[in-house]
């Protein structure tokens, strides 16, 4: 099989790149410039244009891994975020349309677009109502997705990823638990440590994309990407600590952050009817996280 991965240089994708190019032929594309590769694309990262690329090779999947991740900066740089997560979507698709009309297209998706749950776990047809430029973006993305298979008969899905973290990950809330306790012995956070997420790493991420490419109907289909497990940041917080600094002092300053949901849990039966099994526990996960991070200091 033939597979594009768009953003193969990011956190994600480069995961995706390792995984995939074990029993497939991989082309990569990113905005960083690689002069060792053969099979790779850099586009423009202000005017991204993807028609060279369909035109010159035929894809059997696109898996769109590019774009922006970060809810603070969606607010303070809405415009620079509509067009990672929202109108190179549409470029992408646009391309297929012209170029590769049999290309299956992977989408990046992510639980910001459901907002503040209204019940848990919450399901793939849980009302969507995002409280943040990000989510809202992912939610437009979505619906382009829904536009090209509907029109145009582009085989889609969108991945609704929850929180996925992972060796190589570079921002968010682990990340910024090493970049605080570095200097410092006393971490402050947002927050009352009992905010939840659904945490998934990212070698469970990628065989979760696997299965969704073998099993998926692609008509415009919207799949959970999770691990079904409810933990509240405090008690990943102390995991992390356990394994990198122990004698770090935690303390939760009460006040929240725009755009942060309180409670996420998801139902993953859709992606367990795909035979997903999760295989690296949160203990696992910040074991091999609180490593990669002494190993890279």
Request: glycine share 4%; hydrophobic share 35%; with cysteine.
């Amino acid at each position: 099989m033939k597979i594009l991965i768009i953003g193969s240089k990011g956190f994600i994708g480069s995961h995706c790149v390792e995984y995939f190019s074990k029993e497939h032929d991989v082309w990569q594309c990113d905005v960083v410039t690689d002069y060792a590769l053969d099979n790779y694309f850099l586009v423009d990262s202000t005017n991204a244009d993807y028609n060279d690329i369909f035109e010159s090779q035929q894809f059997d999947v696109c898996i769109n891994c590019s774009g922006a991740a970060s809810v603070p900066d969606s607010i303070k740089n809405p415009q620079r975020d509509f067009v990672l997560n929202t109108l190179n979507v549409f470029k992408q698709l646009d391309a297929i349309r012209k170029l590769n009309s049999t290309c299956k297209y992977i989408h990046l998706s992510s639980a910001a677009v459901y907002g503040n749950p209204k019940f848990l776990p919450i399901d793939e047809n849980h009302p969507l109502d995002p409280i943040s430029p990000y989510g809202i973006h992912k939610k437009m993305a979505e619906d382009i997705c829904k536009e090209f298979y509907e029109n145009y008969n582009i085989s889609t899905c969108s991945l609704r990823i929850f929180s996925a973290y992972g060796n190589g990950l570079q921002k968010q809330l682990f990340w910024d638990l090493y970049k605080k306790s570095s200097s410092k012995s006393k971490v402050k956070l947002f927050g009352t440590g009992n905010e939840s997420r659904d945490f998934i790493h990212v070698n469970d991420l990628v065989v979760a994309m696997d299965q969704v490419i073998k099993y998926s109907s692609f008509k415009n289909d919207i799949v959970n990407v999770a691990s079904a497990k409810e933990l509240t940041i405090n008690s990943v917080v102390s995991v992390f600590f356990k394994y990198f600094k122990p004698e770090t002092q935690v303390v939760f300053e009460g006040n929240s952050r725009l755009g942060d949901p309180i409670n996420w849990l998801a139902n993953i039966e859709k992606l367990q009817k795909m035979n997903f099994k999760q295989s690296i526990t949160i203990e696992q996960g910040l074991k091999l996280y609180t490593a990669w991070l002494k190993e890279k200091e």
